[in-house]
């Protein structure tokens, strides 16, 4: 099947002047119960529709294939991978059914959107921790990194997930993108997320840090203990069910293709009930270690994962 043309596009996917413009529009006081009440209740108001364009999205079977570019310890690197195979565990896990909600249950809402369920697996990983491209990335290397991460040909879809880690400065990052994904064929996409640990945890890795602007509440405790991985998580799981439901721009999305607001880009900064501008909504606490979640995976791992839109409510739904 002939390649189609190169389409890319990037997402700011902590939309933080977003953020910036409701609060604005809400003024917001000293907290209180009554205009936490009422800034809920604005948020709640704003028309939500994803048109679906008609076109192909990424269901059954999907490989994710990992370029981990840079300095990545054993640890970060289990977080990520316990992560996406915690999207689609297999039937005998370690992951207790006792212990919801579940980083499965975050990707099941995938499945409404059209075509039906998508299982992820993770493919082949490739490890460049020689920075074969130096530590500064243009675009163009972006995806010839992707393009190395693609490894051997799957029979069903496949997206090629680039990692840069914390030390590695990627064209746009901070600026106007936390991550992106694109596509280059009709089978395949590509992906990519950076720790943001070092360069704009403000911007990427809230609510684990303070934000630059807006609120400045203190930060929450990240469930892994990593603010720069755990801010990935957030990034990571935006970009892919982006990816999912809109591969090829032409799938679901609300405003211009070139610029849109996507399944988890819609909702942003909402992770549990009661959500509003700087403000996360009520999520879980484990009560040892005091980190924030909102999803359990293998291993008895948690997660903060952003609210996803649920095309049979036409809402942002967030897992508590």
């Not at 604005?24 to 907290?31: A, D, H």
């Not at 082949?124 to 393009?147: C, E, F, H, M």
Request: contains cysteine; charged residues 10%; hydrophobic residues 40%.
């Amino acid at each position: 099947m002939a390649a189609s043309s190169p389409t890319s596009f990037s997402h700011l996917l902590l939309l933080l002047p977003t953020l910036l413009l409701l609060l604005l529009l809400v003024s917001v006081p000293s907290p209180s119960s009554a205009t936490s009440r009422k800034l809920a209740a604005l948020v709640q108001q704003q028309p939500l529709v994803l048109q679906y364009h008609k076109g192909p999205l990424l269901k059954g079977k999907l490989t994710v294939n990992i370029l981990w570019y840079g300095s990545f310890s054993s640890t970060q690197r289990a977080i990520i991978i316990d992560f996406l195979r915690s999207l689609s565990p297999p039937a005998a896990s370690t992951l207790n059914p006792a212990k919801s909600p579940s980083v499965a249950s975050w990707w099941r809402t995938t499945e409404r959107y059209e075509g039906g369920p998508c299982t992820v697996s993770v493919g082949n990983q490739t490890l460049d921790d020689r920075y074969s491209l130096g530590k500064l990335i243009k675009n163009p290397q972006l995806r010839a990194l992707a393009v190395k991460a693609a490894g051997q040909k799957s029979n069903g879809y496949s997206i090629s997930l680039v990692l840069t880690s914390a030390d590695v400065a990627v064209e746009g990052f901070c600026m106007s993108r936390c991550g992106t994904h694109g596509s280059s064929s009709p089978r395949s996409a590509y992906a990519w997320v950076a720790n943001s640990a070092s360069q704009c945890p403000g911007q990427c890795a809230w609510p684990f840090h303070q934000p630059i602007y807006g609120p400045q509440a203190p930060p929450l405790v990240p469930p892994n203990g990593d603010v720069g991985v755990d801010g990935m998580v957030i990034n990571l799981a935006t970009v892919l069910a982006g990816a999912v439901t809109n591969p090829f721009s032409n799938g679901y999305f609300q405003g211009p293709a070139t610029a849109p607001l996507e399944a988890v880009t819609a909702c942003t900064g909402i992770f549990g009930k009661g959500a509003y501008p700087g403000y996360t909504g009520a999520v879980l606490v484990d009560k040892t270690t005091g980190a924030s979640y909102n999803a359990v995976g293998l291993n008895g791992r948690k997660y903060l994962l952003p609210a996803m839109w649920d095309p049979t409510s036409s809402t942002c739904t967030p897992l508590v």
